[in-house]
């Protein structure tokens, strides 16, 4: 009950910093965000946790929240501009995890503290940090993409929520079969995986759902650099 609790109120302060993010810095804020989420979410997914009898890993509430950046982009700056934060977050994760890969292969001195707690969350193997990279890149870029088309479908302002949820709905299907296929296939039992890949797609969905209202808010924000949207 605890967890759940506090995973709710973990949610809200994502969304809170996120919509703060836009606010204060604007486009540049939502660049900034995708950079510092894609860390942080790698970070928090060594984590499992319970939450309503169901074990998950954290880093879902942030990842879903690049998907929010990159259609918050794309609504009101075009998809040129929501594909430069892929590619953004995705040099971003690839320096990271390089620089990160080689400060583990320093000697710690013998009094160090930290070289284990490191190891334990950067020292991914290399199927994980492929699959991470992988699932990433493909899902974001096809996410872009879903929402350019949808916005063509459905262009009215009002319709928001079918752009960003129809988009994302797929797009984080796909993150979340690729991500499990390449990591966890052949790993566990066909049934075992099933269960990994529905648990990690079903977090995210349901936090993407519920932060359609956050995006509403947030697309009200106006900068100098902005150039309002079409539709």
Same mark, same amino acid.
């Given at each position: 009950?605890?967890?759940?609790?506090?995973?709710?109120?973990?949610?809200?302060?994502?969304?809170?910093?996120?919509?703060?993010?836009? !606010?204060?810095?604007?486009?540049?804020?939502?660049?900034?965000?995708?950079?510092?989420?894609?860390?942080?979410?790698?970070?928090?997914?060594?984590?499992?946790?319970?939450?309503?009898?169901?074990?998950?890993?954290?880093?879902?509430?942030?990842?879903?929240?690049?998907?929010?950046?990159?259609?918050? &982009?794309?609504?009101?700056?075009?998809?040129?501009?929501? #594909?430069?934060?892929?590619?953004?977050?995705?040099?971003?994760?690839?320096?990271?995890?390089?620089?990160?890969?080689?400060?583990?292969? =320093?000697? +710690?001195?013998?009094?160090?503290?930290?070289?284990?707690?490191?190891?334990?969350?950067?020292?991914?193997?290399? $199927?994980?940090?492929?699959?991470?990279?992988?699932?990433? =890149?493909?899902?974001?870029?096809?996410?872009? $993409?879903? =929402?350019?088309? &949808?916005?063509? !479908?459905? +262009?009215? !302002?009002?319709?928001?929520?079918? $752009?960003?949820?129809?988009?994302?709905? &797929?797009?984080?299907?796909?993150?979340?079969?690729?991500?499990?296929?390449?990591?966890? &296939?052949?790993?566990?039992? =066909?049934?075992?995986?099933?269960?990994?890949?529905?648990?990690?797609?079903?977090?995210?969905?349901?936090?993407?759902?519920?932060?359609?209202?956050?995006?509403?808010?947030? !697309? #009200?924000?106006?900068?100098?650099?902005?150039?309002?949207?079409?539709?």
């Amino acid at each position: 009950m605890f967890n759940l609790t506090w995973g709710i109120l973990f949610v809200l302060v994502n969304f809170t910093l996120f919509t703060v993010s836009y !606010r204060l810095f604007g486009k540049s804020g939502l660049y900034a965000w995708v950079a510092f989420a894609t860390v942080i979410a790698n970070i928090q997914v060594v984590k499992t946790i319970e939450v309503a009898g169901v074990i998950t890993t954290l880093g879902n509430t942030i990842y879903a929240s690049i998907y929010m950046a990159t259609d918050l &982009l794309n609504e009101k700056y075009g998809p040129q501009a929501a #594909r430069k934060a892929v590619w953004f977050g995705f040099f971003t994760l690839i320096a990271s995890t390089i620089m990160m890969q080689m400060a583990l292969v =320093f000697t +710690p001195q013998p009094g160090d503290l930290a070289q284990e707690s490191l190891q334990t969350i950067f020292g991914m193997l290399p $199927r994980l940090a492929l699959a991470s990279l992988a699932a990433y =890149f493909i899902s974001q870029l096809l996410d872009v $993409r879903l =929402f350019s088309y &949808l916005r063509q !479908r459905f +262009p009215a !302002r009002s319709q928001l929520w079918i $752009r960003m949820n129809g988009s994302t709905t &797929l797009s984080q299907l796909v993150d979340s079969l690729v991500f499990c296929t390449i990591a966890f &296939l052949g790993q566990y039992s =066909f049934v075992v995986w099933l269960q990994i890949l529905f648990t990690t797609y079903l977090f995210k969905f349901v936090i993407s759902v519920a932060s359609t209202p956050v995006l509403y808010i947030a !697309r #009200r924000y106006h900068h100098p650099d902005d150039h309002q949207s079409t539709v």
